[in-house]
């Protein structure tokens, strides 16, 4: 029987050893998936702090551009406020200009009015008849007028020139006595 208790206490020893290991690795095995655990926490909040930046530097990004945006249309605003001040000063002056124009027509055409009424008229009758006597030079049909050197010389001798206007035009190799 000393034999069967030693045997049972070697069991119990070696059962109790078994235990102990399993309760160490239990233990490890806790310890480890403790330590796992918190690695996983710690790379989460990693990635949630990363994703967290990304989402500040997408909004801040998107804030400036919408800032931007207001800043330009507000300034496209004013601009174009100016612009429509400027235009409608323009038209103001443009239709005062007109005004003024047709003012001094009207204020003209109301003189010529006033003037055809009261004024006599300015077309008279003519009841006078001029006669005037007019002395004209007439070359007979037998001379000739011949131009020379600018100047008009006509020759009563029989020779006749039809519509030559200078001599050497004329045809004539004989020039007879020119009279002046």
């Known amino acids: 029987m000393n034999k069967q208790a030693e045997s049972l206490e070697l069991q119990k020893v070696r059962i109790e050893q078994e235990t102990q290991l399993e309760k160490q690795r239990l233990q490890l095995l806790k310890e480890k998936t403790k330590a796992h655990y918190t690695e996983l926490n710690k790379e989460n909040l990693v990635r949630k702090i990363e994703e967290t930046r990304k989402r500040a530097a997408i909004t801040k990004s998107e804030a400036i551009s919408i800032e931007s945006n207001a800043n330009r249309s507000s300034y496209d605003e004013i601009w ?11 038209k103001v002056i443009f239709f005062m ?4 124009v047709l003012l001094c027509i009207s204020v003209l055409s109301l003189y010529y009015l006033y003037r055809m009424a009261t004024e006599e008229p300015i077309i008279k009758t003519v009841t006078e008849t001029v006669t005037e006597t007019v002395e004209k030079e007439v070359i007979p049909e037998e001379c000739t007028q011949v131009r020379r050197n600018g100047k008009i010389y006509v020759s009563c001798d029989g020779v006749t020139v039809q519509g030559a206007s200078t001599i050497a035009e004329s045809g004539i190799d004989e020039v007879p006595d020119l009279i002046k």
């Open 97 to 100: 200009i007109l005004l003024f």
């Open 80 to 90: 174009n406020s100016k612009i429509n001040k400027a235009l409608q000063w323009l």
